[in-house]
RNA sequence: CGGGGCGUGGCGCAGUUUGGGAGCGCGUCUGAUUUGGGAUCAGAAGGCCGCAGGUUCAAAUCCUGUCGCCCCGACCA
């Protein structure tokens, strides 16, 4: 249930510095709760310190990270940190990462990487050491710290430039080796993010620069969460949007097409000020953006009131590099600047948005500063080079197994499962003899969790205004015991005595011997979010009983002594 | 990298416009009175005003440069 081996503590020993008030640099509430509550310090952007309260709970999530693990057949190892160029080379990522790798020199002038993941390490490990298909599967996994010099570090342990990831690399024969693989992982990640006693939903998830073709998103329900997704009510369908296919269906029959028209619409460049100009709404109006793809330039046009999904258009395209093109490029290509571009006379390949052969009689920009079209229709006025699915998903659209309407929510990443395929293995050259005695290529996966990140999660989605709320199965402590007044020998007495009896237990038990006011202790509980609090205070003492209260509710208990123990096995049996 | 903002005792901030005393609240230390939701009184310690250069009789304040941090956008566990 819990995790034993840990001293229980004095509070007046602990290093926890807590905050009276809130730091200035913090804006998410993980962020400023675990600063406040004397978790972690920040030593630079994106670096923290974590001090003895973080580090329980890292411990607790990183136990049952790794007994699920094991439990699905990985071996845990550890890689190194500081990684040499040559193999970076050999994946061809040493210049495809680009910034986000730290990069450090020896005194030999050589090139070193902090690992920001360990593919190459492992994959030449495994290579190295793994000839025959008899050794396979295996599934290698480590927990360590990465290191990505992320443009933009935030929201404190939630974007780290250095964070603490378990990753797991499985190596298989074929492809239905690696299906096996990849299943244990999925339900490992079930298994541990249940433990976790985290709210959250699995997402098909798209598998960006690290390659493969299947690939799941872990994600923690939050409202602050940096990702959005959406989930189907019925059918067992979630999804990131920045996967989610659109569903299209043309709703006919259409509106009669009227005739196009050319209209002056003097310093008018959003589609803000085209609705309040036309009285029209958005969705009959479109927007033009002109992108590069490798070099290229490509026209893309959406309704109004949608948003381009830039991965899709990458996929869609097919392209390496893909970026918004810049203001004097489409004005000598177009004739025209920004907010003032459509689709009609433009004789650069667009790409339109599948919703766009549904549409009749919309508003676009004409090419030409300060005048746009109205009565635009697809097929007569132009003609794109095809209709494709380039938007975000959103709440309402289709569920595109079963065509219920989708809900939308929001997410924190934990953790990210990928089916790498042989991308790795190709590159590096890492081959097996299989049964025949032919060289085959292994078929890798990899999967991730973020540590450091969970327990920011788990803070984001369990909080209220006086402090954390910690889950149960990763608390730092599951018991503190408050004597109201140390001084008073009978209250000492039977908090020491308490304490002694929890400890024995196997619980882990924070006695608050502070000489503080009650008060001070009471916010400091709340804060650093212990689930069970136990108040010995002078009234029910009398009486051979303390104050019970859970940190999720609001009610206190008396209970007599003899029975604290029990009650408090109870509930932390029913989690 | 672009846009916005901030660097002043441990924390939160005022002071900068208009140059001339380095201040306030919290915390810390000492003593007393207190003791059930961040006590009160008395006393004390603690600051290269991010750093460098410049202007000036005089710079936290004006100028130039530089470093760091936070927030908004493209990356990802």
Redesign the pocket.
Known sequence: MWTRGYRPMKFSELFCP???????????VS?QLLL?AGYIR?A???IYSYLPLAQRVLKKIEAIVREEMDRAGGQELLMPIIQPRELWEQSGRWDVYGD?MFRLLDRHQRYFALGPTHEEIITSLVNGDVHSYRDLPLLLYQIQNKY?D??????GLM??RE?I?KDLYSFDMDEAGLDVSYLKMYTAYNRIFQRLKLQYRVVEADS???GGNESH?FMVLADTG??AIVFCEREDFASNVEKAACVYRDEGPHEDMREMQKIHTPGMRTIKDLVDFTGEPEQRHVKTLMYFADGQLVAVILRGDRELN??KLKNVLGCNQLFMADDDSVRSACGAGFGSLGPVGMDIKIYADQEIAGLRNFTCGANEDDYHYINVNPGRDFLPEDYVDIRNAVEGDLCPVCGHPLKAARGI????IFKLGTKYSQAMNATVLDKNGQSVHIVMGCY???I??TMAAAVEQNHDE?GIIWPIPITPFQVIIIP??V?KQEQMEAALSLYNELQELGLEVLLDDRDE????K???A??IGIPLRI?I????LQENQV?M?KRWENE?YNIAIDQVAGTIMNILKEG
């Open positions: 807590t905050l009276r008030e809130m730091p200035s640099e913090a804006e998410t962020h406040r920040k630079g952007a994106g986000e990505r992320e443009i933009r570090p935030r929201f974007r780290g964070f990831m960006g620069a690290i998103e940096e990702d830039e991965i990443e934990v953790g990210h991730g969790i973020g450091s990140r006086n109201i007044n001084k006011r009650a008060g001070v009471f916010k400091d709340d804060l108040v205070g002078p009234k029910a104050e209260k206190i």
